[in-house]
């Protein structure tokens, strides 16, 4: 009996812990990052038309300032590309990306298990940005 309350108690505690990280975590909403497919680096870049073979990931935050830019370097793959890519935004914190076109669907799962919101958009970087900055 002693021991099962021992396991009961710190069955207890570890769920108590847990409620209460669940409840720092909802208490600050989580920052934005964005990533902007587009077609080459520069800012007046137009965005990609599929997200997940874009040439290049612009990375904003909320505020539309510039965090850096990076090739996509799944562009050799033979295929996986996308999916490739949702995980990589993802894993660089991305909550928001940016494309014309909405990407195939092994892509679209990826990012709706990481909780990516994918938005489209027809123009340039520069056009978001200004967007983001509003």
Excluded: C, W
Excluded at 46 to 62: N, Q, R, T
Excluded at 66 to 83: M, S
Excluded at 123 to 130: I, N, R
């Amino acid at each position: 009996m002693y021991k099962l309350g021992n396991i009961i108690l710190v069955g207890a505690l570890l769920l108590g812990a847990a409620l209460a990280q669940a409840e720092d975590e909802t208490a600050q909403p989580k920052a934005q990052l964005f990533a902007i497919s587009a077609e080459s680096e520069e800012v007046t870049a137009e965005i990609s038309k599929l997200p997940g073979i874009a040439p290049y990931y612009h990375f904003y935050d909320e505020q539309g300032a510039a965090v850096e830019v990076v090739p996509n370097p799944f562009l050799d793959k033979e295929y996986g590309i996308g999916p490739a890519a949702a995980a990589m935004l993802a894993d660089k914190g991305v909550t928001v990306l940016i494309g014309r076109k909405r990407p195939g669907p092994n892509m679209m799962d990826v990012l709706d298990a990481r909780e990516v919101r994918m938005v489209r958009r027809i123009g340039t970087v520069q056009d978001v940005v200004k967007e983001l900055k509003e």
